[in-house]
């Protein structure tokens, strides 16, 4: 749980995703998905001397019963059993992969605060922008940047859709892009690859 004099006093609760995130060469943090606490704790990597839950969860590390879908600031916003976490340097937001509410949510470090991006919170599948497009408990996310765009390309985990989707960040525009050689999902169906 969280320790703010302790690292090695820290429990954790399923950790499930990790990423880094170098906001400035004096301000680096290790971005955790504690999954079981339903929080988003991070470490000082600098000084690694104390943890803090950066939103999710409860006051009491120990409550594992503390979850929701509910967007806001530090402890008043509940995910549910987030499984992945990614830093995008190029926009200092933390990408969080929210799988039992089947969304996709952005996380301000600098305020401690988390909103819904992308998905209805159904779990079904469906191309299409922010709120219109759905996943099936989403678990992992990564990111590349798009010269050409210049936007940040994000790829998506969909894990009950046996998938993989892809969002331009500054677009929202869900697609699932075919990739050769896996399976293809369409209108809930998955389908071997030919």
């Known amino acids: 749980m969280n ?17 880094i995130g170098l906001i400035s060469s004096s301000h680096i943090e290790l971005y955790v998905a504690d999954s079981e606490s339903s929080a988003i704790r991070s470490l000082n990597m600098k000084t ?3 943890s803090r839950c950066l939103v999710g969860g409860d006051n009491n590390p120990r409550n ?17 059993h987030p499984l992945g976490v990614h830093f995008i340097p190029e926009k200092n937001v933390i990408l969080v ?23 209805q919170g159904k ?6 922008a922010t709120f219109n497009s759905c996943f099936n408990e ?3 996310v990564s990111s590349l940047y798009d010269e050409a765009k210049r936007d940040v390309k994000v790829y998506i985990i969909d894990t009950n859709n046996h998938c993989i989707r892809r969002v331009y960040y500054d ?16 209108d809930g169906e998955c389908y071997p690859a030919e």
């Open 3 to 19: 320790h703010r004099s302790n690292i090695k006093a820290c429990e954790w609760a399923q950790p499930s995703g990790l990423t």
């Open 48 to 50: 690694l001397a104390s």
């Open 64 to 80: 594992l019963h503390s979850y929701g879908d509910v967007d806001g600031v530090s402890y008043e916003a509940k995910l549910q």
């Open 97 to 119: 992969t929210d799988t039992y509410n089947h969304k996709i949510k952005v996380i301000d470090p600098f305020r401690n605060e988390i909103f819904s991006w992308l998905g």
């Open 123 to 128: 779990n079904q599948i469906m191309d299409g």
């Open 138 to 140: 989403p678990s992992g």
């Open 171 to 186: 677009v929202g525009e869900v697609v699932t892009p075919e990739i050769k050689g896996v399976p293809m999902c369409a």
